[in-house]
């Protein structure tokens, strides 16, 4: 079976969700959904999570792919830190080579230190102006993710927000938001922009995203932008 491209889980579950009635009740729900659709599309990736926080950075809702991803984050609720709680707090992507050596921590690294787990990162949930809570995914080998994974779970973290953002609102609990549709639309232009990649150079589905973060970071431009201008590029009528 043909592998999936790097944003095919998402848009999949996406429309999953979409055929659920969006109330606050279903949210439990929509997060397992989006856990297993995060952890299946980051390479490397053991386990994944996606934990909705309230203004104090209190769980009010959560999902894991496994006890190992519950219990890793039950603990960073209960000490008060980690890098789960960090990335909420800062608003900013955080990444953990390796636990056994990194001092951000201390006491929520020494409580997971029998867990096997080595490397995370961690991202923040940003609906507008606020930080709803985090996706994380996890690794049980130190030095598991790199750049580009951090990056792809930064394109999870647009619509993933923009969908839950709409299944907690009390105004619009059976609309998508015209933001989650423009979020969606972006991930499809990327989607496509690999495909031309990998059909034009013989690549992977993998290094075909690689290649366009590396453009856009060369370029200081965003994956959407630089997938809409190599679309640009492609003659209406296919060779």
């Not at 297993?36 to 994944?48: F, L």
């Not at 951090?150 to 993933?160: D, I, S, W």
Request: net charge negative; glycine share 6%.
């Amino acid at each position: 079976m043909a592998r999936k491209l790097p944003l095919d889980e998402l848009s999949t579950v996406i429309a999953r969700i979409q055929g659920l009635l969006l109330t606050e009740e279903k949210v439990d729900r929509a997060v397992q959904l989006l856990a297993r659709a995060i952890k299946d599309s980051v390479t490397g990736a053991t386990g994944a999570g996606v934990s909705i926080l309230d203004s104090r950075g209190r769980r009010t809702s959560s999902a894991s792919t496994d006890q190992t991803v519950t219990r890793a984050d039950a603990l960073q609720y209960d000490l008060g830190q980690g890098p789960c709680l960090t990335a909420w707090a800062t608003e900013e992507t955080v990444a953990v080579r390796d636990i056994a050596t990194d001092p951000r921590w201390p006491d929520w690294t020494a409580a997971v230190k029998d867990l096997p787990i080595r490397s995370v990162i961690s991202t923040p949930l940003l609906a507008g102006q606020e930080c709803i809570g985090a996706l994380k995914i996890y690794s049980d080998h130190a030095g598991a993710f790199g750049e580009d994974a951090a990056r792809v779970l930064e394109l999870f973290a647009g619509p993933t927000a923009t969908l839950l953002a709409n299944i907690q609102s009390s105004e619009a609990p059976h609309r998508i938001s015209e933001a989650l549709a423009a979020s969606l639309h972006s991930r499809d232009l990327v989607n496509q922009a690999c495909g031309i990649l990998m059909q034009r150079h013989c690549l992977t589905a993998d290094m075909a995203l690689a290649e366009l973060m590396r453009r856009a970071r060369r370029q200081n431009s965003t994956l959407g932008q630089i997938s809409a201008d190599l679309l640009a590029g492609i003659p209406a009528v296919s060779d």
